[in-house]
């Protein structure tokens, strides 16, 4: 079965880098969206940002030039670059996936079926 397991969470100074890994395993094969999304207790969840197997991708406004997904070659790692990083950016981050036809990737908690169990990022001086 499709797993995801996320790492690379921590705590880091205000303008700081942290760079996420989603390690996937079991996908079947075919197109796919993977996902970011990250979580602040009592809040829903938000996506950060999504890339299709083709490598098209989509940011949240607040994650817009400040963070990169990317995927490695070679491996089925998704990544999380975030830099100058802010309070604001402490949460859960979940890494997510579906599959898709479309050359575009939803932004929904909904719309993705398989899901990591999080690292914590915590930005504070």
């Known amino acids: 079965q499709v797993q995801l397991v996320e790492s690379g969470g921590g705590s880091v100074q205000p303008g700081g880098s942290l760079r996420l890994s989603c390690t996937a395993s079991?996908?079947?094969?075919?197109?796919?969206?993977m996902a970011w999304f990250r979580q602040i207790p009592g809040k829903e969840r938000e996506a950060v940002a999504a890339?299709?197997?083709?490598?098209?991708?989509t940011y949240a406004d607040s994650a817009k030039g400040r963070f990169t997904i990317s995927k490695a070659d070679g491996a089925d790692i998704l990544y999380l670059q975030m830099s100058n990083l802010k309070p604001e950016d402490t949460a859960a981050y979940y890494c997510a996936q579906r599959a898709t036809g479309r050359t575009s990737c939803p932004k929904s908690e909904g719309d993705y079926p398989y899901w990591g169990q999080g690292t914590q990022v915590t930005v504070s001086s």
């Open positions: 890339r299709s197997s083709g490598g098209w991708t």
């Open positions: 079991g996908w079947s094969g075919g197109r796919r969206c």
